[in-house]
């Protein structure tokens, strides 16, 4: 799972520097939110890059870098991980009663 988020931030890491994120002012925009937001709250900070990059490949009818799918499908994947973990700790504490 941790090798999972260290790869997920590689790649958001490479995409923040690529010619393409530069050369856009509103993918740039993104990237950089997420860049301000991720020391403080990570996991919000994901979801939120994830929401504003879906909102980005719509309003540009799909025509996008690849990459951005691929940041999405990696944040649903890590996110839905931890989550798993949470409802599970959640839920034990229920049934036995901690």
């Known amino acids: 799972m941790k090798k999972d988020m260290m790869a997920l931030l590689?790649?958001?890491d490479e995409s923040t520097h690529s010619i393409?994120?530069?050369s856009d002012p509103k993918l740039s925009a993104i990237f950089t939110n997420f860049n301000q937001k991720k020391d403080y709250q990570l996991q919000k900070a994901l979801i939120?890059?994830?929401?504003?990059?879906n909102i980005y490949?719509?309003?540009n009818g799909y025509r996008t870098p690849k990459f951005l799918t691929r940041i999405v499908l990696d944040?649903?994947?890590v996110t839905s991980v931890n989550?798993?973990?949470g409802m599970t700790a959640f839920f034990s504490n229920l049934w036995f009663g901690k």
């Not at 939120?48 to 990059?53: A, F, M, R, T, Y």
Request: hydrophobic share 35%; glycine share 0%.
């Open 83 to 85: 989550e798993s973990f």
């Open 20 to 22: 393409e994120t530069q």
């Open 48 to 53: 939120d890059l994830k929401s504003e990059i």
């Open 75 to 77: 944040i649903s994947s």
């Open 57 to 59: 490949q719509l309003n």
């Open 10 to 12: 590689s790649l958001i």
